[in-house]
């Protein structure tokens, strides 16, 4: 079946430092990807997001690149602020009956240390 | 932007009752509101999904007579564990889908803590 695969955290890593959280995925077809992020105490938020191969999504200075031949969709930021310390997912989806029907990886916990 | 609450955000109950957890849409109207539970450490899995004045479409391998969701309006749907076991206990999280918004788009709660002992 569709699955997400992330890589395990805790990553730590000092202010200012380039982070990259490797995300893998299963599926047929061709799905939607996201990264999503958990700040302490709140819900999921949508961080950035590509529909098809080769698109690009960012935001906040974190992008990620769909790229279809080696089934992956990393996270990458030039350089962490404290800030961005939260839980991170990977996920999945697939447009079924007119809403997205999300899969997700198991999250990397990111912690920036000043 | 668009906020989903939950509540309560945490319960403790005693093994053999029944437990009532909220969600609601607090400036959009949800046609489509989903529940998911997460394990420590692992990924948040899809419980059902729940549609406005229709019954709910549950995941393989939930029960639905153990998790009862009911969506009786367009900001919120209830999830109720009856007869709740210690194994239940879990983080329930919802998400909701906004009924003018992009059909990828979903908002979150920040997710309820059910301990049952």
């Known amino acids: 079946g569709d699955s997400v695969t992330q890589m395990e955290g805790p990553v730590t890593l000092s202010e200012e430092a380039f982070l990259t959280i490797n995300c893998t995925y299963t599926a047929t077809g061709y799905p939607s990807l996201f990264w999503y992020v958990q700040y302490p105490g709140e819900g999921l938020q949508l961080l950035l997001k590509a529909t098809k191969a080769d698109d690009k999504g960012s935001n906040k200075g974190f992008e990620a690149t769909y790229r279809k031949e080696t089934t992956s969709f990393h996270l990458e930021k030039g350089s962490v602020q404290v800030s961005d310390s939260a839980v991170y997912f990977c996920a999945l989806s697939f447009l079924t009956g007119g809403y997205n029907k999300l899969i997700f990886g198991a999250g990397t916990r990111l912690a920036v240390h000043p | 932007g668009a906020v989903v609450s939950q509540h309560p955000s945490r319960v403790i109950c005693k093994s053999g009752t029944s437990v009532k957890i909220e969600c609601r849409s607090l400036d959009f109207q949800a046609t489509t509101m989903f529940w998911y539970r997460q394990f420590p450490k692992q990924s948040l899995m899809l419980m059902a999904t729940s549609n406005e004045g229709s019954k709910a479409t549950y995941e393989q391998g939930v029960e639905k007579d153990k998790f009862l969701i009911n969506h009786a309006s367009l900001t919120l749907s209830t999830l109720t564990v009856t007869s709740a076991h210690p194994e239940d206990s879990s983080f329930y999280i919802c998400?909701?889908?906004?009924?003018?918004?992009?059909?990828?788009?979903?908002?979150f709660g920040p997710g309820t803590r059910l301990t049952v002992t």
């Open positions: 998400s909701a889908r906004d009924r003018q918004g992009w059909a990828y788009e979903q908002y």
